[in-house]
């Protein structure tokens, strides 16, 4: 059978299925116990699905016939599956352990990897140690990372799930970890306000050391630098003295070590990686674990980078989707998306430490599959991956929840932990406020599954003119991931079954996940409006001699010109 042959057996199947109300499923025992899943004490409950045993059986089918399998191997060998861009994806090296194995281009990428890896825990060592300090001998307790997309969104998802867990409070001490991401300049603002300069440290991080936004933002800082040691006394009067200042307050983590010399930043302060590590990957590499470490300690980080690897093997190993989280994950994502043709996904964390992940996976997974065409460059008759949006929980049920019970049917992940990182016990009340949280977790899953009828209503005695008003059609998707808690362990584990997901998606659908040509034309249209900008610099009467924008666009620049 072909494989759209399979994705119609599917469809069959779902029509079939759709008869059974989702409550009914659920009330088969003997069903829920073949749809829960358990790795290393995270378990996968998908009892919440719209899908039964013979779901997951036709779901395999898919997978071998999509080449899944091949396609795992592909990327865990190093072949260059990326192949709009001729490059290798390999994030899974960034985090292999040391004596591990994986060659591209004739080079056992594993051991570039660990000395790389030295470094930053030499570097990060020396500046938590004091032993490298600014340019006036302070300690360097603040870092300031600069950086957009990839090279920023996973870090600040890292430093959020961790930044309360005792541990890394305790290693954190007064250190402060901030972010730049944003071009606005409401954003260096707030990313240098209340800074000492003598203790701050900047990390540019930029894969390619060219994106507008980052590099001005970096320039920005540089002259930040100079114009605050001005004031506390401290000129640079020549280049070289700029150079002196700079190298003791800015490093960076770059695959462009050309750039990031230009700007005046000596080899012992770039952190490289490699044109294999896509930049929504890259929290692996220098880019997460140098700002990371200095904030944390290494060794805390190396416990990151050992819990995704737990999920590399755990997938690499993989004969079958059963029982496999990441394999599980993807497919019935894609059931959902491509055989129930739902367009949207909640990604509902009931952890407040997880309040930057969504941000984060929205780049992962729409970056790396909002494609419109296959491998071979056709043109797709089929859509691929969906709106991703979430907050944590129990915020999101007072927000948007509204939608998911009564509006439209949107599948719903929900990720909990057994335990709190800073558990809270107050004496008369009668549960833990983790337990009133996860109340919510256990609770939300069942609500949209089961609904509420009308005849439920009525015996509640709802007035009949309410009735239909309160009425829940239930019989809404949804699956639950459950950990024991957040550390750096089980957050590696969680972003790498995320990152997993997408690729193996990406295998479905028959994608390159790993290009992003969607990003450009915004990119190159924005050069005109500054070229036409650096034009109009004392002017407050728009001049559209010699450019081509369309009169609305005209209209609207014309306006801003006007009151800027
Ligand atoms: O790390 P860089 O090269 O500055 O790129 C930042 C981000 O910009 C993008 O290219 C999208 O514009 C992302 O893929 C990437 O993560």
């Not at 407050?540 to 009169?551: E, I, L, M, R």
Request: with cysteine.
């Amino acid at each position: 059978m072909s494989r759209k042959e399979l994705w119609a057996n599917l469809q069959k199947h779902d029509a079939e299925l759709s008869k059974t109300h989702l409550r009914d499923l659920l009330a088969d025992k003997e069903r829920n116990k073949h749809l829960i899943f358990e790795h290393d004490n995270i378990v996968l409950d998908l009892t919440h699905e719209k899908i039964t045993d013979q779901t997951l059986n036709l779901l395999e089918e898919v997978a071998v016939k999509s080449g899944v399998y091949e396609g795992v191997k592909k990327m865990f060998s190093g072949e260059k599956i990326n192949t709009t861009e001729g490059r290798a994806v390999l994030h899974v090296a960034l985090r292999a352990q040391k004596g591990e194995k994986i060659v591209t281009d004739g080079k056992n990428v594993v051991e570039e990897v660990h000395e790389t890896l030295h470094r930053i825990e030499n570097f990060s060592n020396q500046i938590r140690s004091g032993h490298l300090k600014g340019k006036t001998g302070r300690t360097l307790k603040n870092v300031v990372v600069i950086g957009i997309g990839g090279s920023y969104l996973s870090i600040e998802f890292v430093y959020e799930a961790l930044r309360s867990h005792p541990e890394a409070v305790a290693r954190a001490q007064d250190r402060k970890l901030r972010f730049l991401a944003n071009v606005d300049p409401i954003d260096f603002s707030r990313a240098t306000e209340g800074l000492c300069v003598e203790e701050t440290l900047f990390i540019i991080n930029s894969k390619t050391f060219t994106t507008a936004e980052t590099m001005l933002n970096a320039r920005t800082c540089r002259n930040w630098l100079i114009e605050q040691y001005k004031l506390k006394g401290v000129v640079c009067k020549n280049e070289d003295e700029i150079k002196d200042l700079v190298n003791h307050h800015m490093c960076a983590a770059s695959t462009n070590l050309t750039d990031t010399s230009k700007f005046g930043i000596s080899a012992e302060k770039v952190f490289g990686f490699w044109d294999w590590v896509g930049g929504r990957y890259s929290v692996w590499s220098a880019v997460g674990i140098l700002p990371l470490s200095i904030q944390f300690g290494y060794d805390y980080m190396d416990r990151f980078l050992k819990g995704a690897h737990n999920i590399d093997t755990h997938l690499a190993k993989a004969t079958s989707i059963k029982g496999n989280l990441p394999l599980l994950l993807a497919l019935v994502g894609f059931y959902n998306t491509s055989i129930k043709n739902l367009n949207a996904r909640a990604i509902l964390p009931y952890c407040q430490a997880l309040c930057k992940f969504v941000p984060h996976v929205q780049q992962l997974d729409m970056e790396s599959n909002g494609k419109r065409v296959n491998l071979a460059g056709q043109t797709l008759d089929y859509e691929c991956t969906v709106v991703n949006f979430g907050e944590p929980g129990t915020n999101g049920q007072h927000s948007f929840y509204q939608l998911l019970h009564q509006g439209r049917i949107v599948p719903c992940e929900f990720i909990g932990f057994c335990r709190s990182q800073r558990p809270v016990v107050l004496a008369g009340e009668p549960v833990t406020s983790h337990e009133e949280l996860m109340s919510n977790f256990f609770s939300q899953p069942d609500a949209l599954a089961c609904g509420k009828t009308i005849e439920e209503l009525k015996a509640e005695k709802v007035p009949e003119n309410l009735q239909n008003h309160k009425y829940f059609p239930g019989d809404r998707p949804s699956l639950s991931l459950l950990f024991t808690e957040l550390n750096p362990y089980t957050a590696g584990q969680l972003l790498a079954l995320y990152e997993h997901r997408t690729a193996i998606e990406g295998f479905l659908w028959d994608i390159n996940s790993f290009d992003q040509w969607g990003v450009e034309l915004g990119k190159v249209l924005a050069k005109q409006v500054r070229t036409f900008f650096q034009n109009h610099q004392d002017k407050s009467t728009a001049d559209f001699s010699g450019t081509k924008f369309n009169s609305a666009t005209e209209a609207l620049l014309s306006k801003f010109v006007q009151h800027k």
